[in-house]
């Protein structure tokens, strides 16, 4: 776990309905009886992150996911897409 796990995760919950969707989902896998950690504990460990391409090919935003619950801003990444096609100029 790296540093930037808790400090994302205090932040969400400092957020107002900063949980709301992860208590939902969260509750219907407990509800349903679903598996909530993944089959090897090393997966438990894997980062994500979130990559914006134009339409030729160039990276034009990329986020790397620090550790859990640090993801890319929502907004940051729409305006990235919209802007990498076209989409944001024509506000």
């Not at 796990?5 to 949980?19: A, F, H, N, V, Y």
């Not at 009886?33 to 990329?62: E, H, R």
């Amino acid at each position: 776990m790296s540093y930037a796990t808790p400090l994302s995760i205090l932040k969400r919950l400092k957020e107002p309905d900063g949980t709301k969707e992860l208590s939902y989902v969260l509750g219907r896998w407990l509800a349903e009886g679903l598996v909530i950690t993944p089959p090897k504990a090393s997966q438990a460990f894997n980062q994500g992150g979130s990559f914006v391409f134009d339409p030729d090919g160039v990276l034009t935003f990329a986020h790397v996911d620090g550790g859990t619950a640090d993801h890319a801003d929502l907004a940051r990444l729409v305006e990235a897409a919209e802007e990498a096609v076209g989409e944001g100029r024509r506000r």
